[in-house]
């Protein structure tokens, strides 16, 4: 069973979408909220680089990020909480588990630490640094399913986001899609994914797929 970060176990995405709001104001790109939920949830830092870098016609220097990252790390440190109703989840789940995000080993550990999620998943963290094309490319999903020795037709997984679900389905694995968030049902949907919206109901969810 493999589960997003953002968005699925950490109640991160309406943070950074609002941050990331300011840091693109500050680069000289204005977009808003809806407009980066629809091209950025759910993709790497990469992705998230190239498109700025695109759109401004400039190459950003490799550190660009260092003036914002307090910007996230204070906002995580006030704010982050675990998406509400995944730790009775979790505890009633009788299946092997792990985490396959397109952010960071380093912001997906000090997210789930800040939530009290790590413990549950240390040792089992899969990261888009880890392949070479995030999602909605399935390598990220296909490498952690190869790392724990299981077929991918055999693993479920939890997204939030459309670009996750597409990975997904391309790995053949099926998807369960949480819209409990900022990610509107019919984006879900349209992509294939058995939609929810209370991560309360995953257990029971999990035979219908």
Known sequence: MVFDCDGVLVDSERISVEIDRRVLAQLGWALTREEIIHRFVGRSDAHFRAEVEAHLGRDLDDDWVRPFDAWYREAFARDLVAVPGVEAALDVIDLDTCVASSGSHDKIRRSLTLTGLLP??????????????????????????????????????????????????????????????????????????????????????????
């Open 120 to 209: 549950r998943f240390a040792g089992r963290i899969f990261s888009a640094d880890d392949v070479r094309d995030g999602k909605p490319a399935p390598d990220l999903f296909l490498h952690a399913a190869a790392r724990l020795g299981v077929a991918p037709e055999r693993c479920v997984v939890i997204e939030d986001s459309r670009f996750g679900v597409q990975a997904a389905r391309t790995a053949g694995m099926r998807v369960l899609g949480y819209a409990g968030g900022i990610t509107p049902v019919e984006w879900l949907a349209e992509e294939g994914a058995t939609v929810f919206t209370d991560m309360r109901d995953l257990p029971a969810l999990l035979d219908t797929v």
